[in-house]
């Protein structure tokens, strides 16, 4: 016995104790320290049970069975509803019926993009590789989202629309403006329709009040169209690739009458590409916008926030599934819902803007704005 072992002696330090005090019924049966193991060990079992569930000896959080399924399922809704069907597209003024995307069908997803989906499931439906090889299937993802789809640089030629003007003239007369400006509203229009229709078929939107909902999108309806101008964004051509298929430069939505709203819209859309999101995160993100309890008028405050909270855990877990070491990812995007509400502001005095100058407010953009 040495100095070191006699701290670690049980009947050294039990004298050491009775010498400074302790008295004897302190000392624990041999009863109740089973008693106090067998408490410990069940307090341990409760708290794993309770804890996020873990795959593989990494840590990575996994999606349950039910939220893979809602993901699959928001996928796939908004693929069928991302751009206008051809019938809608022809009705736009200034929109020739040819110049559709080839391999388009509204029942199906588009040839554009299918080979990112088709990761998105894997990760959706728990695939057990490792880290590595999650990694390399990134890596070749995000290749393939830096290369142009092939329809952006060789469609075939288009002949040119009555609101584009002529080429190398400059600034566009009044009537191509006000042309324009007809074109980007109505394809405005039929982006809103699609976003209520989108809501209506978010697991657990419908559940809510019927005054909640209508509160819901008109609160929300610009800010998710920007997030879709984000999805459709081309950071090659700093161009938004809208449901026919164009590129759509800053230049062209300035003399289209966006004004002061068109410069930050670009910007936020090519804010959000640097974070690279694939397609699940940004349908997503539409979501938890959509479900924001904060908005003015909402009365039950509290339901809406736990269906929104239900998102936010889905993407909080597929995140981590993805890209487990960025830490600061999931803070990165949910930043961008401040930036949408002062575009969403911005917007709004681009109405009133629009308003002074007598310009045509169509009465469903007004209804969804709250503007009159």
């Known amino acids: ?8 002696c049980q009947e050294c330090r039990l004298r050491k104790c009775r010498e400074v005090g302790m008295l004897p019924e302190c000392l624990l049966t041999e009863e109740q320290c089973k008693s106090k193991r067998q408490r410990k060990l069940l307090k341990k079992q409760q708290q794993q049970e309770m804890s996020p569930q873990q795959s593989d000896e990494d840590g990575t959080p996994n999606l349950t069975d039910e939220q893979r399924d809602i993901i699959e399922l928001l996928i796939n809704v908004h693929k069928e509803l991302e751009i206008p069907g051809p019938e809608d597209m022809n009705r736009v003024t200034g929109t020739s019926e040819v110049g559709y995307p080839r391999g388009y069908s509204r029942n199906r997803v588009p040839k554009k993009g299918t080979q990112e989906i088709g990761y998105q499931r894997r990760v959706l439906r728990g695939s057990r590789g490792s880290i ?13 989202v830096k290369k142009p789809p092939p329809h952006h640089h060789h469609h075939q030629p288009q002949p040119p629309q009555p609101w584009q003007g002529e080429k190398g003239k ?33 697991p657990g939107f419908l559940e809510l009040d019927r005054e909640d909902q209508i509160v819901l999108l008109k609160g929300s309806a610009v800010e998710v169209m920007l997030i879709r101008v984000a999805l459709r964004y081309n950071k090659e051509l700093d161009a938004i690739m809208f449901g026919n298929e164009e590129p759509y430069t800053r230049k062209q939505l300035l003399e289209g009458g966006m004004g002061s709203l068109v410069q930050p819209m670009y910007d936020f859309a090519a804010s959000m590409a640097e974070l ?3 397609y699940a995160e940004f349908v997503l993100l539409m979501t938890i916008t959509l479900l924001s309890s904060d908005r003015p008028l909402v009365q039950n405050r509290t339901k809406v926030e736990a269906l929104q909270e ?8 597929y995140l981590k599934l993805r890209r487990p070491k960025e830490h600061l990812l999931l803070p990165k995007v949910l930043m961008k819902l401040t930036e ?3 575009l969403n502001n911005s917007h709004s005095e681009l109405l009133f ?4 100058q007598d310009q045509n407010i169509p009465p469903l953009i007004k209804e969804i704005c709250d503007f009159h």
Do not use: N, W
Not at 310 to 317: A, E, G, H
Not at 353 to 356: A, E, G, T, Y
């Open 1 to 8: 016995m040495d100095m070191y072992m006699r701290r670690k």
């Open 170 to 202: 400059g600034q566009l007369d009044p009537e191509a403006q006000q042309l324009r400006y007809a074109h980007i509203t109505e394809l405005a229009i039929l982006t809103i329709q699609l976003i209520v229709e989108f809501s209506k078929r978010i």
């Open 276 to 278: 690279q999101l694939d």
């Open 310 to 317: 239900r998102y936010l855990d889905m993407l909080r877990s």
């Open 353 to 356: 803007h629009l308003k002074l």
């Open 340 to 342: 949408l509400r002062t």
């Open 132 to 144: 590595c090889k999650q990694r390399r299937q990134q890596q070749r993802q995000q290749q393939l």
